[in-house]
């Protein structure tokens, strides 16, 4: 089926419409595991410092910015989609985690959060339907990153059976490294695509490419907020 666009050139329509029914009283939303992966070998769980803060872009159901979270992460989630973020919010709450998780929206084609100085910045499958320039609002995102911090990118590298977008021409890493136009400044960590068993929503398992990009600040590196 064709999603419907319609009734915001943003996607908001969209997104607010998949996001309707969300119920925080239900089972919190898993972590993505190409995420964990990642935070694991970079060592970001425990956070580097008490008061480690990161940024998630277009967080959706809010997995990965619980489960940071809960490993002691302060985390600013920003979505275009207030159902999402009330319902992230609430969870939070009912986890004992609202004081280390706050949400904010933003359509990330105009704003990001006011700037600060954030440890980790990523965003998971920041994927939508419309056409969106997500080099800039990604480049704009990253600014924040303090000096040794980590910028982190997982798209989708091939089309799970369930996905909504079906598509066989996924950007390689090498491609969305480019993309984001961060060059020098940054040490690139991990740039490639991995293969993992994915369970679908409703059952069924297939095999999945995550397409992953993280690099370091280096002191003094990048542009700034
Ligand atoms: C494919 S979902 C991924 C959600 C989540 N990161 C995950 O991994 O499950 C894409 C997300 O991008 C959000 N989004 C789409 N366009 C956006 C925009 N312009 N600004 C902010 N968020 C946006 C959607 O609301 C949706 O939650």
């Known amino acids: 089926m064709e999603p419907d666009t319609t009734r915001s050139p943003s996607g908001r329509g969209f997104w607010e419409q998949r996001y309707r029914d969300e119920d925080p009283s239900g089972p919190p939303p898993a972590p993505n595991p190409a995420f964990t992966a990642l935070a694991g070998e970079l060592s970001l769980v425990p956070p580097p410092s008490e008061g480690s803060r990161a940024l998630e872009l277009a967080c959706g159901r809010g997995g990965d910015a619980l489960w940071l979270a809960a490993a002691g992460w302060r985390v600013t989630a920003v979505d275009i989609a207030e159902h ?12 004992g985690l609202g004081d280390r998780l706050d949400v904010e929206r933003h ?10 100085s954030r440890d980790l910045v990523y965003a998971n499958y920041f994927h939508t339907v419309v056409d ?17 911090g980590v910028f982190a990118v997982i798209d989708h590298g091939s089309s799970a059976p369930w996905s909504w977008e079906q598509r066989d021409d996924h950007p390689s890493a090498e491609d969305l490294w480019r993309s984001l136009g961060l060059g020098a400044g940054w040490t690139l960590l991990v740039c490639e695509g991995r293969s993992r068993l994915a369970r679908g929503p409703h059952g069924g398992t297939a095999t999945v490419v995550d397409t992953v990009v993280a690099a370091r600040r280096r002191a003094g590196g990048g542009e700034r907020a």
């Open 107 to 116: 359509d990330l084609a105009r704003s990001v959060p006011a700037p600060g």
């Open 132 to 148: 969106l320039d997500r080099g800039a609002a990604l480049r704009r995102a990253a600014r924040s990153v303090a000096d040794g």
């Open 84 to 95: 999402a973020l009330s319902a992230l919010a609430e969870r939070a709450r009912r986890a």
